[in-house]
């Protein structure tokens, strides 16, 4: 949960209160999107430049 809330900009300092609804929905739906995203590269292939933009190291 704190990773997702992260991702939505949450900033976890001291004085912060915990995510509320909105960062975590917003959070979620970066990491929705992203993977989806990665998904449809991978199912392009290997000849890809999406797919070859992933997989570089």
Known sequence: MGLVA???????RKH????????VWLGY???A??????V???K???ESDVYK???SD
């Open 40 to 42: 449809r590269a991978v």
């Open 6 to 12: 992260a991702m939505g900009g949450h900033l976890n």
């Open 53 to 55: 933009l992933l997989r």
């Open 16 to 23: 912060d209160r915990p995510p509320g609804n909105e960062i």
């Open 29 to 31: 739906s970066l990491l």
């Open 33 to 38: 999107d992203s993977s989806a995203s990665t």
């Open 44 to 46: 392009l292939g290997p």
